[in-house]
């Protein structure tokens, strides 16, 4: 019998993160290599990958950091080959890289900024699912985590959401296509919808907007912004051996925003 430690664990596993440099990704990459995992580490600027790179190390993890747009088809298929060619493997992907909210009603937003938000949030996730697939499904196995966001199933007040909100709830769309396509090769595809965090670029926006502060924190039933130490360790529950019998699911972590 598969001891409980032995679920949770990712000894022996590879994982690669998107967007690894800071935030979200940072902290999914530190909590992987504390897990077990060795880690391929991904954004557009590889000088800005030093800080998460070591967090991996100091796990006792080796990590590959590589520098990748993920809406170039070329650059995507190079970050999986050059993965597949140092670990010989790769068991989990965390589809996290993503661009923030424009905060621009519909009336002002234009077509090209538009786009670029879709073509980061949803078609960089796809064309990394996509290459990432062609990998696992060979081994029939293989974990792919989607960042989503409570945005892709509710509309936040007090900010004007557009593009980011159609993208994320079109991650939950493609999470649930990837599922049932690829459960036949045994692929779990899941999407996690955190809700705020404290990252950098959300602290500095309440610093400078208290009022809109106070009233986010009225809209959240637990009262206060996620941890990202909680957010990385259900990550890290989902790329583990306990969501063999999970695909196509939608994990909401929201302190409750989308009960109201
Ligand atoms: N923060 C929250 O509270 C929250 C809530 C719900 C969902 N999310 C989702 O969680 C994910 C991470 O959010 P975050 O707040 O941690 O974001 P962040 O701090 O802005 O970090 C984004 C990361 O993605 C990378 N990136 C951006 N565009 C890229 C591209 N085209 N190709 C490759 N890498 C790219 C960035 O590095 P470079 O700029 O160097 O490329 C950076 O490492 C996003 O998908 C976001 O929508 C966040």
Same mark, same amino acid.
């Given at each position: ?15 690669l993160v998107t967007g690894a440099s &800071?935030?979200?990704g ?14 391929v580490i991904v954004s557009r600027h590889l000088g800005e990958l030093g800080?998460t790179a ?9 990590v590959l950091s590589l520098e990748a747009d993920i809406r170039q088809?070329e650059a995507v298929r190079e970050m999986v080959t050059r993965t ?13 890289a ?16 538009? $786009? ?8 960089g996730?796809?064309?990394c699912?996509?290459?990432?697939? $062609?990998?696992?499904?060979? &081994? &029939? ?34 999470? $649930? ?84």
């Amino acid at each position: 019998m598969v001891s409980l430690a032995d679920f949770f664990s990712l000894r022996g596993r590879v994982a690669l993160v998107t967007g690894a440099s &800071r935030g979200l990704g940072q902290a999914f990459a530190g909590a992987l290599a504390e897990a077990g995992a060795d880690l391929v580490i991904v954004s557009r600027h590889l000088g800005e990958l030093g800080e998460t790179a070591g967090a991996v190390r100091a796990h006792g993890r080796e990590v590959l950091s590589l520098e990748a747009d993920i809406r170039q088809e070329e650059a995507v298929r190079e970050m999986v080959t050059r993965t597949v060619e140092r670990f010989g493997r790769l068991d989990v992907l965390v589809n996290n890289a993503g661009t923030e909210r424009q905060n621009l009603p519909p009336e002002q937003t234009s077509l090209e900024s538009w $786009k670029e938000v879709l073509d980061i949030n949803l078609n960089g996730q796809f064309l990394c699912a996509r290459e990432v697939g $062609k990998v696992m499904i060979p &081994r &029939r196995a293989g974990k792919i985590i989607n960042l989503a966001s409570m945005s892709g199933m509710v509309i936040n007040r007090y900010f004007h959401g557009g593009s980011y909100d159609v993208s994320k709830a079109a991650v939950v769309g493609l999470t $649930k296509a990837l599922a049932a396509e690829w459960a036949p090769y045994n692929l779990n595809v899941i999407a996690l919808a955190p809700g705020y965090y404290g990252t950098a670029p959300n602290l500095r926006w309440f610093q400078g907007n208290p009022e809109i502060h106070r009233q986010v924190l009225d809209l959240i039933p637990l009262g206060r912004l996620g941890d990202l130490r909680e957010l990385a360790a259900l990550l890290v529950v989902l790329a583990s051996e306990v969501s063999n019998y999970m695909t196509g699911s939608t994990v909401v972590i929201d302190g409750g925003y989308t009960l109201w």
